[in-house]
């Protein structure tokens, strides 16, 4: 991070609480929200990504539209996990000031500033954008495929279980559900749960005074991540086996880990005396299984 100014920060993050719809008010905004709240945006990103590259999955290749883009921070982790596969990227926001910015950061691609998305895309991209839009929530524009990364809170996962709902019939669903089945989430019995995940942040940034103090600022803990996240697909895709949602509980001789698999979810028991090396995994990580 360079000079940050710690006022500007402030007054974005009490815009993102109250709900306030024009943020931006000149460049310095931006450059501040994109070294700080889009940084910790992007490793959100780089999670999502490569957890789809693990399940084989890769882009249509064509237009990539980067919805609500601000700074495009999105766009550019695509772009980084996935080279070559745009032809064109449109960044779209109601801000002009921040696709000017995002456009400024992008290289290799033809690059198209639009107030209203095109008709329709190969890939549409949405980030931390979802919780600004009226329920319910409908697509800005035809896409093949659709990547949306959010935060891991109830809410916004609940949001994004609905979304899903109203569009597998339409699309598959690659990420995060390992199957093509109605979402085991909606069972009355697993009301109190959400589906989300958790990224991992940069080592070096636990050795950052300024990453300290933006986490002050920001009232998070750098050390957790949560993610919720979503990718559709028109395309046939590979579905995946098991998914672990949220953290494992672990006790002394065994832990609890909340999986999701095509028949429901369910809590796993993963004792140390059966599943030594899982029981240790879970217990180092607390993550996934
Ligand atoms: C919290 S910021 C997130 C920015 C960026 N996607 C990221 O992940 O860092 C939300 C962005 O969405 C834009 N936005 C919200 N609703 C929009 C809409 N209906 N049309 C276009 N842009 C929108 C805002 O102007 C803002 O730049």
């Not at 779209?92 to 950061?105: G, I, N």
Request: glycine letters at 6%; aromatic letters at 8%.
């Amino acid at each position: 991070m360079h000079s940050i100014d710690w006022k500007i920060l402030e007054r974005l993050r009490t815009g993102f609480l109250t709900g306030a719809q024009d943020y931006w008010r000149n460049e310095s905004d931006v450059e501040n929200y994109d070294q700080t709240f889009a940084q910790r945006i992007g490793w959100k990103w780089d999670y999502a990504l490569r957890e789809l590259k693990r399940r084989g999955w890769s882009p249509p290749a064509g237009d990539v539209l980067d919805w609500g883009c601000g700074t495009g921070i999105a766009s550019r982790k695509v772009l980084e996990h996935f080279p070559g596969s745009a032809r064109r990227l449109y960044l779209c926001d109601r801000s002009p000031l921040a696709m000017k910015f995002a456009a400024r950061q992008v290289r290799g691609v033809d690059v198209w500033q639009e107030s209203v998305p095109p008709r329709s895309v190969d890939l549409l991209l949405i980030s931390h954008a979802l919780t600004e839009q009226a329920e319910p929530f409908s697509l800005p524009c035809e896409a093949q495929a659709v990547i949306i990364v959010e935060p891991g809170t109830y809410d916004v996962s609940r949001r994004l279980i609905a979304l899903r709902e109203r569009l597998r019939g339409e699309f598959q669903v690659v990420a995060p559900c390992p199957h093509q089945a109605a979402c085991g989430l909606r069972a009355a019995e697993n009301e109190r749960h959400w589906c989300h995940q958790f990224a991992p942040t940069p080592a070096e940034v636990f050795m950052d005074g300024d990453w300290a103090r933006f986490a002050k600022l920001a009232g998070i803990d750098l050390r957790s991540l949560p993610v919720s996240y979503l990718t559709l697909d028109r395309r046939v895709v590979a579905t995946g086996a098991t998914q672990a949602i949220g953290r494992a509980r672990v006790y002394k001789a065994h832990a609890l880990v909340l999986t999701c698999d095509e028949t429901g979810v369910r809590e796993l028991r993963v004792t140390k005396r059966e599943n030594p090396d899982l029981f240790r995994r879970l217990k180092k990580t607390r993550l996934t299984l």
